[in-house]
């Protein structure tokens, strides 16, 4: 089976892919954003990475390359299509996946070894996890999982969904998606990670993840279902109307579940910015600067 890598400038996890999909038996083909010739794959991954530098928004700028249009097309046609990280943040702006991807609760990045419940089996996995925008969020997750579209969720190694577990501050711990007919899925962890225990920390699990999203038989094609109600701006992706719809929520959440901490170095960040001011304007006659 040939399946697609999708390339950006910015992405870095390109050559991961390419080797977790030899590992499970396929061959990898690097696929370039600018040519909407997809090459006859049967599947596509876009990898993770920080396609255009992540500029306005992480992926805004990638979902109008034209081999997106070519994605969107294998995906309307029952095509296997998942998106890692980055290239989650692709397939929602790209309004292939409900939902958006928005900056951690505490705004920090992470990096670790992240316990996932697969939604379908119950199964706890193991999938290495390294982001700064993988808060997920939508406006109605309980009809998401009432569809059957959520696809994993963080949890504790005994597949608990605590908040302790839910490393960004996602929505009822939300760790990847699907479409309602299940063929294109988004995942913020990193399946390509762990299909070594050598570079997986000790993890394999990515290999049998990887082998159900892209190896199974293609999907019908199903008709779109209707934009959710209420106003949307012309020329507003999908993911941008999940992320207004959210706002509220989203900043009310930071605010309480932010450490203590950031508060306090803001805090003293500020201080010592005004500091700095001050004596500037004070020590010098002329273009005095200061910067936050």
Known sequence: MRIGILRFPGTCDDRDSAYAIRTIGHEPVVLWHGDADLQGVEAVVVPGGFSYGDYLRAGAIARFSPAMRSVAQLAADGGRVLGICNGFQVLCEAGLLPGALTRNVGLRFTHRLQHLRDEATGRVLAIPLKNGEGRYVHPDP??????????????????????????????AGIAGVTTTAGNVAGLMPHPEHAVAALVGWGSTDGRGLLL????????????????PPGPRRSGQSPATSARRASQATSVSASSDTAPASCTANAATSAS?????????????????????
């Open 142 to 171: 309980t009809a998401l999982a009432a569809g059957g579209q959520v696809l994993a969720r963080y949890c504790e190694p005994d597949g608990a969904v605590t908040d302790a577990a839910n490393p960004n501050g996602s929505v």
């Open 212 to 227: 159900e999203r892209l190896n199974g038989q293609p999907v019908p094609a199903r008709p779109s279902p209707p934009d």
């Open 272 to 292: 010592a910015n005004h500091s700095r001011c001050r004596s500037s304007r004070s020590s010098r006659t002329s273009t005095p600067v200061c910067r936050a």
